[in-house]
């Protein structure tokens, strides 16, 4: 049996997933749009958020109970630990590359080097590769390890190494879902609502619904969970 993820079978289950529970998914779809018109902000407005996502995975994987403690600290743990560990892989990756040019420094060849780097930057080509960069690291330092956040919010092993484990030979297929869902759907959300902040607001809670099932049938699928009847 193949253990390759079909993303276009993510995609089309997904939105089957979407047609069968659009009750609940529109009710989820009011909570983000709250969510993003919250006028608090702060603490609360990151509380909210977290809540948000938790009740939806609970929710999504059928879970009795909308709220247990164990699970949820034991996933704040998680998220706070794979969120700091993003964020020093980011600036392990800039101190590396300062490190590389420093190096080059003394060197002949810098000037050359400064000077073609200077001119890719200033093209088209440089900004696509950015972007596609940004999410290809992304995936490995964020969107992988979070599987283990779902894990922790269900009440499974939540172990953060074990999700490279479970999506072994799979890096390339989870980028590119979430390079379409997380990447490309901003933008979809900009040239629908480019003058309506209202518009953008509405679309981006509805979008944000997608992303969640889209994200989850990914985990369904290196996991094996089934829903609870």
Same mark, same amino acid.
């Given at each position: 049996?193949?253990?390759?993820?079909?993303?276009?079978?993510?995609?089309?289950?997904?939105?089957?997933?979407?047609?069968?529970?659009?009750?609940?998914?529109?009710?989820?779809?009011?909570?983000?749009?709250?969510?993003?018109? $919250?006028?608090?902000?702060?603490?609360?407005?990151?509380?909210?958020?977290?809540?948000?996502?938790?009740?939806?995975?609970?929710?999504y994987f059928n879970r009795q109970k909308l709220f247990s403690k164990p699970e949820f600290i034991n996933a704040l743990v998680r998220i706070i630990t794979i969120s700091l560990l993003a964020f020093a892989s980011l600036m392990l990756l800039e101190t590396a590359v300062l490190f590389f040019?420093?190096?080059?420094?003394?060197?002949?060849?810098?000037?050359?080097?400064?000077?073609?780097?200077? $001119?890719?930057?200033?093209?088209?080509?440089?900004?696509y590769a950015l972007y596609g960069g940004m999410f290809l690291f992304l995936t490995v330092i964020f969107y992988i390890p979070a599987l283990?956040?779902?894990?922790?919010?269900?009440?499974? $092993?939540?172990?953060?190494?074990?999700?490279?484990?479970?999506?072994?030979?799979?890096?390339?297929?989870?980028f590119l879902i979430c390079f379409i869902v997380y990447g490309l759907l901003p933008f979809v959300i900009f040239m629908l609502s480019a003058n309506s902040w209202l518009l953008r607001a509405v679309f981006t809670a509805i979008f944000t619904v997608v992303q969640c099932v889209i994200y989850l049938h990914i985990y369904e699928f290196f996991y094996k969970v089934r829903k609870h009847k």
């Open positions: 049996m193949s253990n390759r993820l079909p993303v276009f079978d993510v995609f089309r289950n997904s939105f089957r997933y979407m047609l069968e529970h659009y009750r609940i998914l529109s009710l989820f779809c009011i909570f983000s749009f709250l969510g993003i018109y $919250n006028l608090l902000g702060g603490a609360f407005y990151l509380l909210y958020t977290y809540l948000f996502y938790f009740i939806f995975v609970r929710v040019l420093w190096l080059l420094n003394p060197l002949e060849i810098y000037p050359h080097i400064r000077e073609m780097w200077t $001119n890719f930057i200033a093209s088209n080509t440089f900004r283990a956040w779902v894990s922790a919010v269900i009440g499974r $092993n939540a172990s953060i190494t074990l999700t490279f484990f479970h999506t072994k030979d799979n890096y390339l297929r989870i």
